[in-house]
T-cell receptor
Framework: GESVGLHLPTLSVQEGDNSIINCAYS??????FIWYKQESGKGPQFIID?????DKRQGQRVTVLLNKTVKHLSLQIAATQPGDSAVYFC???????????FGAGTRLAVHP | DAGVIQSPRHEVTEMGQEVTLRCKPI?????LFWYRQTMMRGLELLIY????????DSGMPEDRFSAKMPNASFSTLKIQPSEPRDSAVYFC???????????FGQGTRLTVV
């Protein structure tokens, strides 16, 4: 596959539990903050984004929270499933509307 | 649409050789990105194009790296000469203006020995 075996922080959760993945960002000028998911052997896949003038946005089983005061972004996954096991990246569009800069990533491991 | 298509999926080459990676973006998308993913540096943006024009190549590591987009449906990333430290997974992605959703290809795993 095309994954790279990254040595990343790992979050281990039980199936059915809620997961919270955190990210710190540095560029206060970004218009959007985005979460991507990368499964083993695949390219990153868009999950959800949030505009910088919002604090919270909900999707299907996912919620993104943005705290601009402390430059913190989080992704909450409800009722985590084995299919949620992947590496999760936060990203921001910096220096250009479509230009995405990715953070380091967190590995989510879901145990039955 | 078949999504973003990259070729080859795997490339093994000897140090000093020229390597060309290829990408076909999603039809109609006006942005194209090349990323490199390594254990040490994560996902790095190398260069991106808008309407076939390079907009920002500040992430290209050295002059050994070059990228072209001769038309809306094709882009190449070339490394000449290649070095072992270029070993990585290279991703191509495309998107529409105003969208934070970029669609990634499956990547090319490059190994330089």
């Amino acid at each position: 596959g095309e994954s790279v075996g990254l040595h990343l922080p790992t979050l281990s959760v039980q199936e059915g539990d809620n997961s919270i993945i955190n990210c710190a960002y540095s560029n206060s000028a970004s218009d959007y903050f985005i979460w991507y998911k990368q499964e083993s052997g695949k390219g990153p896949q868009f999950i959800i984004d949030i505009r910088s003038n919002m604090d919270k946005r909900q999707g299907q089983r996912v919620t993104v929270l943005l705290n601009k005061t402390v430059k913190h972004l989080s992704l909450q996954i409800a009722a985590t499933q084995p299919g949620d096991s992947a590496v999760y990246f936060c990203a921001e569009n910096a220096g250009g509307y479509n230009k995405l800069i990715f953070g380091a990533g967190t590995r989510l491991a879901v145990h039955p | 649409d078949a999504g973003v298509i990259q070729s080859p999926r795997h490339e093994v080459t000897e140090m000093g050789q020229e390597v060309t990676l290829r990408c076909k973006p999603i039809s109609g998308h006006d942005y194209l990105f090349w990323y490199r993913q390594t254990m040490m540096r994560g996902l790095e943006l190398l260069i991106y194009f808008n309407n076939n024009v390079p907009i920002d190549d500040s992430g290209m590591p050295e002059d050994r790296f070059s990228a072209k987009m001769p038309n809306a449906s094709f882009s190449t990333l070339k490394i000449q000469p290649s070095e072992p430290r270029d070993s990585a997974v290279y991703f191509c992605a495309s998107s529409l203006w105003g969208n934070t959703e970029a669609f990634f290809g499956q990547g090319t795993r490059l190994t330089v020995v």
